[in-house]
């Protein structure tokens, strides 16, 4: 079953994006080699949301263990709030892939 994670950091957004804009490469890698379908980030009025959408719990899980991802969210120094589901349907459009 693919896995929603939806996490939240508070603060200005303007300063938000730059700093992630500065880690983005890293973890992108972090998500490629850990499975990740779906990568997405907005800003809000109080800061950021991003959306990862991982065709597992466990890709999910190995990601957040990753050394690499764990020294970017060490250095950040900004409150994240996640909160995860199960997700038993999706449909990637413009590729052949889905799931139910």
Do not use: K
Not at 30 to 44: E, N
């Amino acid at each position: 079953m693919a896995f929603l994670t939806l996490a939240t950091v508070v603060g200005e957004p303007a300063e938000l994006l730059q700093r992630y804009r500065e880690v983005e490469p890293v973890m992108r890698g972090v998500g490629c080699d850990h499975g990740l379908l779906v990568h997405a980030v907005a800003t809000t009025p109080d800061g950021l949301l991003q959306v990862n959408l991982w065709p597992s719990r466990d890709g999910s899980e190995a990601a957040a263990r990753d050394p690499r991802r764990r020294a970017v969210v060490g250095a950040l120094d900004v409150d994240i709030r996640r909160v995860h589901h199960d997700v038993p349907h999706y449909v990637l459009f413009g590729r052949q892939s889905s799931r139910a």
